[in-house]
């Protein structure tokens, strides 16, 4: 039987897919005919989300609860999939948070828990499916960054290099894949509405107060995968976004980096 969505006979793996971004990404694979694994912390979460989409989209969606900030997290979920006689073609590194405030205005395992979280295990999913998309020659990696990866961010360091790690990284790995048939792309969304704003804090700051209205999950979602189908290497959603994600080029970066402190404190 002839395909009649581009994504039918394929799997997406979605992680952080029990909310937010992650929710509206798994929804777009779906629409498009892609089966979905949904992977997260929250079981219970996920499975309304796959009975949802299961349903309306008319495709399987398999739940695998994990919390990928732990240590081998990606591994023991790619386990997991093997053990289900699951596979992998594209890979939604969604997983991730951050927090508000400087360094050491959290503990240290919450530090360390976003580096593990949001760069650690992002790669290591990617490294484990990395060989069977090229030698397929299709599918790929939407890694989910932020406006924030641009720049320097004091009273947020350890988030903003985070996500430039995931900025880096996946302009590489799309470099790397030139030609190959497989699709490497960064989404970086600016203030989104989500659970997100929640957990980190940002919602206090000036930034928040001053970049007027966020933008819902679902238009920024649609607008990272219609990206990664045309294979673009960064999206960032939104001309104001796109406006900050390049402003910095222009300006000392001594100045970009009282600026953005600035935007960062406490409104």
């Known amino acids: 039987m002839a395909r009649t969505k581009p994504g039918q006979g394929q799997t997406a793996l979605v992680t952080g897919a029990s909310a937010g971004i992650g929710v509206d990404l798994a929804e777009c694979f779906a629409r498009d005919g892609y089966d979905l694994i949904l992977s997260a912390r929250s079981e219970g979460a996920l499975q309304e989300v796959a009975a949802r989409l299961a349903q309306a989209h008319g495709v399987k969606a398999h739940v695998v609860a994990q919390d990928l900030g732990a240590i081998g997290g990606g591994s023991a979920l790619a386990n997991a999939i093997k053990g289900n006689g699951l596979e992998v073609d594209v890979v939604v590194n969604n997983a991730g948070y951050g927090h508000a405030g400087a360094l050491t205005s959290s503990d240290l395992p919450t530090q360390l828990g976003m580096i593990d979280l949001n760069v650690r295990a992002l790669v290591e999913l990617t490294y484990l499916y990395w060989d069977r998309m090229l030698a397929n ?32 990284f996946s302009e590489a790995l799309w470099e790397e894949a030139r030609g190959a048939g497989v699709h490497v792309s960064c989404l970086c ?38 990206g990664w189908k045309r294979n673009q290497r960064v999206v960032v959603t939104g001309l104001p976004n796109k406006f900050i994600a390049g402003f910095g080029k222009f300006i000392p970066r001594a100045t ?11 409104a």
Not at 203 to 220: C, D, E, I, Q, W
């Open 189 to 226: 969304p600016g203030p989104t509405v989500s659970k997100f704003r929640e957990r980190a804090g940002t919602g206090k700051t000036r930034l928040a107060k001053n970049a007027g209205a966020a933008m819902a999950s679902a238009p920024v979602a649609r607008m990272g995968y219609e």
């Open 256 to 266: 970009l980096l009282r600026m953005v402190r600035n935007l960062q404190s406490p």
């Open 137 to 168: 020659k299709r599918g790929g990696v939407l890694n989910v960054a932020s406006t924030a990866a641009f720049q320097p961010g004091p009273l947020m360091a350890n988030y903003y290099a985070s996500k430039a790690y995931v900025l880096s």
